[in-house]
T-cell receptor, first 111, second 114 residues
């Protein structure tokens, strides 16, 4: 089974609103990353948060990490139609090299 | 500064044929990952390779699938005797030596098995 599980599976909001996506995982991790995928394309790295960090910002993105609950959230503020995409979290279990991706949240931002 | 290049972009095979998917990592990158994605699903890890070495193939089916990353040339994901269930998008990602924290993805190969 996948390490990461995002929720919601799908999210539809109006332009200008904030979008929040959550990711849960199962094992101890070195870091957690969020990626974006536009339809039919490869994934693009958005942001990385290490296991000893609790919050990180990058432009309109804000990521939090709660290792006690094994969960992370991605907040996109002031969303734009161009933010429409699928968003995935990825985790690397301590002691391994592979990244495990979650099932993704499909975000649709309506203009 | 070419990104990760995958070819072909689309590949159509009949059942029983072989599929060869190629991935040229970013310049200077020595780590390659292969992932598989079904429609509306996440990416499933298949294999992680460094130059000339398979480091982790825990996600590879035991039969028909193989991967290599030779000293020279692209990484190859090979699927022998394809079946309809192999139809999927196959993505390659690369990362530089000494730092595999951020993966750079190619645009994928869409494999369709008729």
């Amino acid at each position: 089974s996948q390490q990461g599980e995002e929720d919601p599976q799908a999210l539809s909001i109006q332009e200008g609103e904030n979008a929040t996506m959550n990711c849960s995982y199962k094992t101890s991790i070195n870091n957690l990353q969020w990626y974006r995928q536009n339809s039919g394309r490869g994934l693009v790295h958005l942001i990385l948060i290490r296991s000893n960090e609790r919050e990180k910002h990058s432009g309109r993105l804000r990521v939090t990490l709660d290792t006690s609950k094994k969960s992370s959230s991605l907040l996109i503020t002031a969303s734009r139609a161009a933010d429409t995409a699928s968003y995935f979290c990825a985790t690397r279990t301590s002691g391994t090299y592979k990244y495990i991706f979650g099932t993704g949240t499909r975000l649709k931002v309506l203009a | 500064n070419a990104g990760v290049m995958q070819n072909p972009r689309h590949l159509v095979r009949r059942r029983g044929q072989e599929a060869r998917l190629r991935c040229s990592p970013m310049k200077g990158h020595s780590h390659v990952y292969w992932y598989r994605q079904l429609p509306e699903e996440g990416l499933k890890f298949m294999v992680y390779l460094q130059k000339e070495n398979i480091i982790d193939e825990s996600g590879m089916p035991k039969e028909r699938f193989s991967a290599e990353f030779p000293k020279e040339g692209p990484s190859i994901l090979r699927i022998q005797q394809v079946v309809r269930g192999d139809s999927a998008a196959y993505f390659c990602a690369s990362s530089p030596p000494g730092n595999n924290e951020k993966l750079f993805f190619g645009s994928g190969t869409q494999l369709s098995v008729l």
